[in-house]
């Protein structure tokens, strides 16, 4: 299962997960005019190895735990 960025990111620009992803599946963009980082989950393999590296806790480990963030990752991802 892809790892979903929720809504604690939105407004924020810590970006430390994308410097951590093997895979770059982590996008910087935005949700309703603020920054957001988004998670492809065509892309994401699921190693986990960006849920530790952010200091907000705001990346869940399953698309099942996030709730609308899920689809709206989908959504704002590149691919
Ligand atoms: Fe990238 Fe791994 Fe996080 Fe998926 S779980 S977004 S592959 S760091």
């Known amino acids: 299962m892809a790892h979903v960025i929720g809504e604690k990111c939105v407004g ?26 988004t998670i492809d989950p065509d892309v994401c393999i699921a190693c986990g190895a960006c849920k530790p590296s952010c200091p907000l806790d705001s990346i869940y480990e399953d698309e099942s735990l996030a709730g609308e963030w ?10």
């Open 12 to 37: 924020e620009r810590y970006a430390q997960c994308i410097l951590v992803c093997p895979v770059e599946a982590i996008h910087p963009g935005t949700y309703k005019g603020e920054p957001f980082m």
């Open 70 to 79: 899920a689809a709206i990752n989908k959504d704002l991802a590149p691919s």
